[in-house]
């Protein structure tokens, strides 16, 4: 009889909840006990549920795949970490993950034998954990025990640096994007010109001049044009601005980029503030902080 297991998903795509869903249901002895739609969700579910094994979207916005464990790592490193199986539509990330041979991947469009791997691959593992005595934490070689007990032990205890190497290689990757530097990944096409907005389950590619702001809020980064609003693929704002033109985007508030060409109004507000009106459909009314007043005084002559 198989092992039963604990399970999370974590996913900002509806539909690939359901598809991980339904595959794992199929599978068997595997119990999903709830579902994040981004970053910040895992890190509660998962201290509060303490399953055997996540799956875990690598790309989402405001608090990526890789970051959530290094958030997790950062509250409580004492705390055991569970399983963790990536899925990603990228295969970069996927090979980086294999490389380090910290954690299983998964690839989208999800393909039901290779679940049916990872799920015995991570039966495996726990059994391995449960036969060394250490519950999954990294545990000290004990005199006297079993070579074999040992090996597990050695591995287990690797773990966290193992992680650890894999979250040092994927910031590095970022910077290197950051630089434009070859490698770069994905959300390096916002050097082309364009920036990608998830919207509707597709993936558009938009131009920035038609970009009339971008904020985060609840985890999620959402973009807004005149025709469109969707979600930007990248885990925080900074990452967004540095595929902007600076001399188009302004960072007017810690929660807020504008396009400076889509400023429809500059409204005054209470005790000498501003907020901006785009020239969006709803006419977004955007708080100016009072760090970039003095900036916004000068771009207008106010």
């Not at 549920?49 to 959530?68: N, Q, Y």
């Not at 998830?198 to 044009?225: E, N, P």
Request: proline content about 4%.
């Amino acid at each position: 009889m198989a092992m039963p297991l604990t399970a999370l998903i974590i996913d900002d795509e509806p539909l690939a909840r359901q598809e991980l869903q339904y595959l794992l249901d199929s599978a068997g002895d595997i119990s999903v006990l709830a579902h994040g739609h981004n970053g910040i969700e895992a890190v509660e579910l998962i201290r509060t549920h303490k399953p055997d094994v996540i799956f875990l979207d690598v790309r989402m916005p405001g608090l990526d795949g890789f970051a959530v464990l290094k958030k997790l790592m950062a509250l409580d490193r004492k705390t055991r970490l569970p399983q963790v199986v990536f899925a990603t539509a990228f295969d970069q990330y996927a090979v980086k993950a294999f490389e380090v041979n910290a954690v299983d991947y998964l690839l989208k469009p999800f393909d039901g034998k290779r679940v049916q791997q990872t799920i015995e691959k991570v039966r495996e593992r726990l059994a391995e954990s449960v036969a060394a005595g250490s519950g999954g934490s990294p545990a000290k070689e004990l005199p006297g025990a079993r070579p074999e007990d040992q090996r597990v032990q050695s591995r287990m205890a690797g773990a966290e640096a193992k992680l650890d190497a894999l979250l040092k290689m994927v910031e590095e990757q970022a910077a290197m994007a950051a630089t434009g530097s070859v490698g770069a990944s994905p959300s390096g096409l916002g050097r082309s010109g364009k920036v990608v907005v998830r919207a509707q389950s597709r993936l558009l590619l938009v131009d920035q001049k038609d970009l009339c702001f971008a904020t985060i809020g609840d985890g999620r980064i959402s973009v807004v044009t005149k025709a469109i609003e969707g979600d930007s693929n990248c885990r925080t704002l900074e990452e967004l601005t540095d595929q902007l033109d600076p001399d188009q985007f302004w960072r007017v508030h810690r929660s807020f980029v504008v396009n400076i060409q889509h400023i429809r109004e500059v409204v005054p507000w209470f005790k000498s503030s501003y907020q901006l009106r785009m020239d969006d459909r709803k006419q977004t009314e955007i708080p100016v902080s009072r760090s970039q007043t003095k900036r916004l005084r000068e771009l207008f002559n106010l």
